[in-house]
């Protein structure tokens, strides 16, 4: 929590030190208007430098955050650096009592250059909300935002450079510089370089194993020589699968689904749903991958003393989870677990003999309770959804001494968070991970 | 839980994000000494009176 507080500290110390520069250091002063739209505009530009860092996946700062966590700042944070920059055209407009600035023709043409700056930055912030709804694919949207993040960035340390009288003092020069290649070295490290790297060491696939319907569990084996990082049980990574000529080559993150105990192998389990992950089970021992990763703070071993767990999983949710319940196995833990586990039939059950053979063994003092949504006449458990009424009955009214974690579909998720906010439960006291940084 | 720590410690960030550009505009028109004041001052008398000398 401090550190956490100490980044955010930082962060607005350095967001903010070019207008602590001009302040004492940069051109006179032009009434308040004028130098309050100067001032948006350098905050703007510092905003977006470091929006290059904190999606790097720059690993001293995400394991405060988490990488879930980053990425929605990242995303709310480009909204509001939009706004400065929009209130800097129509500050310096309103400041000179003039609209040439915003609606004339015969403007220099660093002027211009500013102009698509702030047109390009609206559209990449639109495009990222809107993604989803516009049917734009995740790959195809990524390769617009790397596209358009270093454009902005070269125009953004054009336009002040020529326009604006601060920039010709040294100090804010320099600082202009330096965040300036800072940025640019991030983005090329995050999206050239490292994949390099990791392509020099990467895994072999040693297993493609069907768990249900349409559900895989791809295991990796690092490559000769080299050890598996170590991760937290309820962390994701990035996978980049090379397989045959013509399958998709494509970095996605998924849950790791074994336990780090385990350190011959890592795997990921995973539904092939989507247009990539269909592809799946046609990934074959012998192929390779690149891993990066771990990310993420949905774990219970960052919460060592919390004894009474209840995790709540819809589906294929139930990924981390599963890494969380092999981990206390495998390292004797006998804390209590309760699994209530939704899906629709028996078939979707996912790992349903490993979780018996858990619950058997008592390492963790596990309960598991199926619900399907859409069971069989034979099905003798419960039925319907994991909601209010079974937490109720399975936990009992009194929940403060409970700790949940939360998986599964997103509007599945939320309601059950609301539904434990109405029954007392402290937000502190739930945890959940957001694995679709988009939404 | 954190997705609402995520949204108050952002509302926080854009808030003294709004708030010092705003604060620091005002105090540069109105009490920071500004070094360039003072040499733009003694520019303007300069011109004053190389204009007196000129006419």
Same mark, same amino acid.
């Given at each position: 929590m401090? /550190?956490?507080? #100490?980044?955010?500290? %930082?962060?607005?110390?350095?967001?903010?030190?070019p207008?602590w520069?001009?302040? !004492? +250091?940069?051109?006179?002063?032009?009434?308040?208007?004028?130098?309050?739209?100067?001032?948006?505009?350098?905050?703007?530009?510092?905003?977006?430098?470091?929006?290059?860092?904190?999606a790097?996946?720059?690993?001293?700062?995400?394991r405060?955050?988490?990488?879930?966590?980053?990425i929605?700042?990242?995303?709310?944070?480009a909204?509001?650096?939009?706004?400065?920059?929009?209130?800097?055209?129509?500050?310096?407009?309103?400041?000179h009592?003039?609209?040439?600035?915003?609606?004339?023709?015969?403007l220099?043409?660093?002027?211009?250059?500013?102009?698509?700056?702030?047109i390009?930055?609206?559209?990449?912030?639109?495009?990222?909300?809107?993604?989803?709804?516009m049917?734009?694919?995740?790959e /195809?949207?990524? #390769?617009?935002?790397? %596209?358009?993040?270093?454009?902005?960035?070269v125009?953004?340390?054009?336009h002040? !450079? +020529?326009?604006g009288?601060?920039?010709?003092?040294?100090?804010?020069?320099?600082?202009?510089i330096?965040?300036?290649?800072m940025?640019?070295?991030?983005?090329?490290?995050h999206?050239?370089?490292?994949?390099?790297?990791?392509?020099g060491?990467?895994?072999?696939?040693?297993?493609?194993?069907?768990?249900?319907?349409?559900?895989w569990?791809?295991?990796l084996?690092?490559?000769?020589?080299?050890?598996i990082?170590?991760?937290?049980?309820?962390?994701?990574?990035?996978?980049?699968f090379y397989?045959?000529?013509?399958?998709?080559?494509?970095?996605?993150h998924?849950?790791?689904?074994s336990?780090?105990a385990?350190?011959?192998?890592?795997?990921s389990?995973?539904?092939?749903?989507g247009?990539?992950?269909?592809?799946?089970p046609?990934?074959?021992?012998?192929?390779?991958?690149?891993?990066h990763?771990?990310?993420?703070?949905?774990?219970?071993?960052?919460?060592?003393h919390?004894?009474?767990?209840?995790?709540?999983?819809?589906?294929?949710?139930?990924?981390?989870?599963?890494?969380?319940?092999?981990?206390?196995?495998?390292?004797?833990?006998?804390?209590?677990?309760?699994?209530?586990?939704?899906?629709?039939?028996?078939?979707?059950?996912?790992f349903?003999?490993?979780?018996?053979?858990?619950?058997?063994?008592?390492?963790?003092?596990?309960?598991?309770?199926?619900?399907?949504s859409?069971?069989?006449?034979d099905?003798?458990?419960e039925?319907?959804?994991?909601?209010?009424?079974?937490?109720?009955?399975?936990?009992?009214?009194?929940l403060?001494?409970?700790?949940?974690?939360?998986?599964?579909?997103?509007?599945?998720?939320?309601a059950?968070?609301?539904?434990?906010l109405?029954?007392?439960?402290?937000?502190?006291?739930?945890?959940?991970?957001?694995?679709?940084?988009?939404? | 839980?954190?997705?609402?720590?995520?949204?108050?410690?952002?509302?926080?960030?854009?808030?003294?994000?709004l708030?010092?550009?705003?604060?620091?505009?005002?105090?540069?028109?109105t009490?920071?000494?500004?070094?360039?004041?003072?040499?733009?001052?003694e520019?303007h008398?300069a011109?004053?009176?190389?204009?007196?000398?000129?006419?």
């Amino acid at each position: 929590m401090q /550190k956490g507080v #100490m980044r955010v500290l %930082l962060y607005l110390f350095f967001v903010t030190l070019p207008v602590w520069f001009t302040t !004492w +250091f940069g051109a006179k002063a032009e009434g308040i208007l004028h130098d309050v739209a100067i001032n948006f505009a350098l905050v703007g530009f510092m905003m977006l430098t470091f929006q290059f860092l904190l999606a790097a996946r720059v690993k001293w700062i995400e394991r405060t955050f988490g990488l879930d966590m980053l990425i929605r700042y990242h995303k709310y944070v480009a909204v509001a650096a939009a706004g400065f920059l929009i209130l800097h055209p129509i500050l310096l407009a309103l400041s000179h009592g003039s609209l040439t600035l915003l609606i004339g023709s015969n403007l220099p043409w660093y002027i211009w250059v500013g102009k698509a700056a702030l047109i390009l930055v609206i559209a990449n912030v639109l495009i990222s909300i809107y993604q989803s709804r516009m049917g734009l694919k995740f790959e /195809k949207w990524r #390769m617009i935002h790397d %596209l358009l993040a270093p454009t902005i960035l070269v125009l953004i340390f054009v336009h002040p !450079w +020529f326009a604006g009288d601060d920039l010709e003092h040294f100090p804010i020069q320099a600082l202009w510089i330096i965040m300036s290649l800072m940025a640019g070295w991030m983005f090329i490290y995050h999206r050239f370089l490292r994949p390099k790297q990791l392509a020099g060491h990467p895994y072999r696939v040693t297993e493609v194993q069907q768990e249900a319907g349409n559900v895989w569990t791809v295991k990796l084996a690092p490559s000769a020589g080299q050890h598996i990082a170590d991760y937290l049980p309820g962390q994701f990574h990035f996978l980049t699968f090379y397989r045959e000529p013509g399958l998709p080559v494509e970095e996605h993150h998924w849950t790791i689904s074994s336990s780090p105990a385990q350190k011959d192998y890592i795997s990921s389990t995973i539904k092939a749903v989507g247009d990539f992950t269909k592809t799946i089970p046609e990934t074959r021992p012998g192929d390779t991958a690149t891993v990066h990763g771990s990310f993420g703070r949905f774990s219970h071993v960052l919460h060592p003393h919390e004894r009474n767990l209840v995790f709540l999983a819809g589906g294929i949710g139930i990924t981390p989870l599963m890494s969380m319940l092999r981990h206390m196995r495998d390292t004797d833990d006998g804390r209590s677990v309760l699994l209530l586990y939704g899906n629709r039939t028996e078939k979707d059950i996912v790992f349903r003999d490993e979780l018996e053979a858990i619950e058997t063994g008592k390492r963790p003092d596990l309960t598991v309770v199926h619900v399907l949504s859409g069971a069989g006449k034979d099905w003798a458990g419960e039925t319907g959804h994991v909601d209010r009424e079974r937490i109720e009955k399975y936990c009992g009214i009194d929940l403060s001494k409970r700790i949940f974690y939360v998986c599964g579909p997103q509007k599945m998720a939320e309601a059950l968070i609301k539904s434990l906010l109405e029954m007392g439960v402290l937000k502190s006291r739930i945890r959940q991970e957001i694995f679709s940084f988009l939404n | 839980m954190r997705k609402s720590i995520l949204h108050r410690t952002t509302i926080a960030v854009v808030a003294v994000l709004l708030l010092v550009p705003v604060l620091l505009g005002v105090l540069k028109n109105t009490v920071i000494p500004h070094p360039k004041a003072h040499e733009t001052h003694e520019e303007h008398e300069a011109h004053e009176h190389g204009g007196e000398d000129e006419s």
